[in-house]
C-alpha cells in the first residue's frame, strides 16, 4: 500500500502544473489505497469527492510541488474527518463518580483496556474502582482481578451467577463508600452482535447514571469494526470509541470509517498487550498511518519553514542523488540545526523511518561547533570529495581541528552511513519506474 501511494505522488512531483486529470489520476490510486487499508467504501467515496473538489482549481503554493499540494489536501481532509483533536474521556469533579461503561465483542480488548483506562485515570490522581460485570466466565473475572492488581487498582466482584446490573449497582455504592470516583465496568462480550448482550448493556444503563459509553473495539477487525460499532451506538448509544491492537501491521482504516460513520471520537488506541500500552488518539498520525507515507506533511512544513526554497530543491536533488558533500554538510549545518535533528528529517521520509531506528546521527550545539572545525580543516577538495578520505589526511585533520583523531572517524562514519542512507532512499523512491522521471 505505502509503496503504491508513494508511487502516485512520485509521479506528481516536479511536474509543472496539477491539473484536472492528475487530480483524478491520483485521487484514483488514493481510492484503491484507502480500500485497502480497509477503509469503508462509502467513507472512501465521500473523502475522494471532498478532496477533489477541494484540489481542483486549487491554487498550488509557491513553495510546494504540485504532488505535495495533493499530499497536503490528502492529509488535510483525513484528519479533519478524524476529528482534527485529540480527545479524552471527560470526568466528573472529584468530589462525583463517573461512571464508565465498557463495551464490546469478545475478545476486543475490554478487561485489557478496562485496565488500562484505571491506570491512565489512577495517573491523573483518580480513585478508579474496576467493577467484574463480566457473569458468563470465571476466567474473566479472575482476569481483571489480575490485571487490577498489576495496576494497583481495587477491583469489585460478585463471582458468577449475578445480575450484572446488580453488580453494577452495588459496585457504585462501595465506591461511594470508599470515596472512589471513577467506576469502570467490564462486561461480557459475544462472538457476535447479539440481542442479549445489547439487552445487558441497556439494561445497565437505564439502572444507573452512566457517563460514557465507551465501545472497544479491534482495529484489525477492519470493515467489521464499522458494522459493530453501528450497531452498539444505535442500540446502546456510544460516547466514544477505544481502538485496540493497533501494535499489528493492520493500516488503521477502521479508524477512519468509525469516525465517519457514527461521528464518536476515537478517544485512545490499544498498542500492546501490556497494561501501559494505551495511547492518546492523534488525528493526523493516523492519516499518515492510513496513507503510509510517514510525516510527509510535517517535512514539508519544516522544510518550507526554514530553508529557503532553492536551497531546498538543492538539498533534496542531493539527497536523492547521494552527492551531499562534506562542503554541503558544512554549508547547510546552520539550516540543519535550524530544523532540528537530522535525524527527525530523514525519519519523516517515508520508508526511512525504521531503518533509522539505531543510528544516532543527533548532534548537539557543541559537537555541531566540533563538526564544523573539523571540515573546516579538510582541504576544500577532501570538502568536495568525500571518497579521498584517507587515514593519513583524518590524522592531519584531526590535528588542525585540534580533536583526537576517533572524533574525525566519528565524522567519517556518520557522513557515510547518511550517504548510504541518501542512497536507499533515492533508491526506494525512484524503484523500477526510475526512467519515467527525474528525480
Ligand atoms: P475482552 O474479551 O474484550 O475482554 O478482551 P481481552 O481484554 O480479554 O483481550 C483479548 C486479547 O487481546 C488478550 O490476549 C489481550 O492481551 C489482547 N489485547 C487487548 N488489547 C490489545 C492491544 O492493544 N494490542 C494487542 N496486541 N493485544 C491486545
Ligand atoms: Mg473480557
Known amino acids: 500500500l505505502s509503496e503504491k501511494l508513494q508511487n502516485v505522488f512520485k509521479n506528481l512531483r516536479n511536474k509543472g502544473r496539477l491539473t484536472e486529470a492528475d487530480v483524478k489520476a491520483a485521487l484514483k490510486e488514493v481510492k484503491m489505497a484507502l480500500l485497502e487499508a480497509d477503509v469503508n467504501f462509502k467513507v472512501v467515496k465521500?473523502?475522494?469527492?471532498?478532496v477533489q473538489e477541494r484540489a481542483i482549481g486549487q491554487d498550488v503554493l509557491n513553495s510546494l510541488t504540485p504532488g505535495q499540494m495533493v499530499i497536503k489536501i490528502v492529509n488535510e481532509e483525513m484528519v479533519s474527518l478524524m476529528g482534527s483533536e485529540t480527545t479524552e474521556i471527560p470526568l466528573k469533579p472529584s468530589n462525583e463518580i463517573t461512571i464508565i461503561l465498557?463495551?464490546?465483542?469478545q475478545g476486543a480488548g475490554k478487561t485489557t483496556t478496562c485496565a488500562k483506562i484505571a491506570g491512565k485515570m489512577k495517573q491523573k490522581g483518580r480513585s478508579p474502582l474496576l467493577v467484574a460485570c463480566d457473569v458468563y466466565r470465571p476466567a474473566a473475572i479472575r482476569q481483571l482481578q489480575v490485571n487490577g492488581e498489576k495496576q494497583g487498582v481495587p477491583v469489585f466482584a460478585m463471582g458468577e451467577n449475578q445480575n450484572p446490573v446488580n453488580i453494577a449497582k452495588a459496585a457504585v455504592e462501595h465506591a461511594?463508600?470508599?470515596n472512589m470516583n471513577v467506576v469502570i465496568l467490564?462486561?461480557?462480550g459475544r462472538l457476535h452482535v447479539d440481542e442479549e448482550m445489547m439487552a445487558e448493556l441497556q439494561n445497565i444503563k437505564a439502572a444507573l447514571d452512566i457517563d460514557e459509553t465507551i465501545l472497544v473495539v479491534d482495529a484489525m477487525t477492519g470493515q467489521d469494526a464499522v458494522n459493530v460499532a453501528k450497531s452498539f451506538d444505535e442500540t446502546v448509544g456510544l460516547d466514544g470509541v477505544i481502538l485496540t491492537k493497533l501494535d499489528g501491521d493492520t493500516r488503521g482504516g477502521a479508524a477512519l470509517s468509525i469516525r465517519a460513520v457514527i461521528g464518536k471520537p476515537i478517544l485512545y488506541v490499544g498498542m500492546g498487550e501490556k497494561l501501559s500500552d494505551l495511547e492518546q488518539f492523534y488525528p493526523d498520525r493516523m492519516a499518515s498511518r492510513i496513507l503510509g507515507m510517514g510525516d510527509v506533511l510535517t517535512l514539508i512544513e519544516k522544510a518550507e519553514a526554514q530553508i529557503d526554497e532553492d536551497k531546498a530543491r538543492e538539498m533534496t536533488r542531493k539527497f536523492k542523488k547521494a552527492e551531499f558533500t562534506y562542503e554541503d554538510y558544512l554549508e547547510n549545518m546552520s539550516q540543519v540545526k535550524n530544523m532540528g535533528n537530522i535525524q527527525d528529517l530523514i525519519a519523516m521520509?517515508?520508508?526511512?523511518?525504521s531503518q533509522l531506528k539505531n543510528v544516532?546521527?543527533?548532534?548537539s550545539e557543541a559537537q555541531m561547533k566540533r563538526t564544523e572545525s573539523i571540515i573546516l580543516s579538510m582541504t576544500p577538495e577532501e570538502r568536495a570529495n568525500p571518497d579521498l578520505m584517507n587515514m593519513s589526511r583524518k590524522k592531519r585533520i584531526a590535528a588542525g581541528a585540534g580533536v583526537p583523531i576517533s572524533e574525525v572517524n566519528a565524522l567519517v562514519k556518520q557522513f557515510e552511513m547518511m550517504k548510504k542512507m541518501m542512497k536507499q532512499f533515492s533508491g526506494q523512491l525512484s524503484g523500477k519506474k526510475r526512467s519515467k522521471f527525474r528525480m
Do not use: E, H, R, W
Not at 46 to 50: A, D, P, R
Not at 102 to 105: I, P, Q
Not at 360 to 363: A, F, H, I, Q
Open 176 to 178: 461511594v463508600k470508599n
Open 102 to 105: 465498557m463495551a464490546g465483542l
Open 186 to 188: 467490564d462486561t461480557a
Open 360 to 363: 544516532d546521527l543527533s548532534g
Open 349 to 353: 521520509i517515508p520508508g526511512m523511518g
Open 46 to 50: 465521500q473523502f475522494i469527492k471532498s
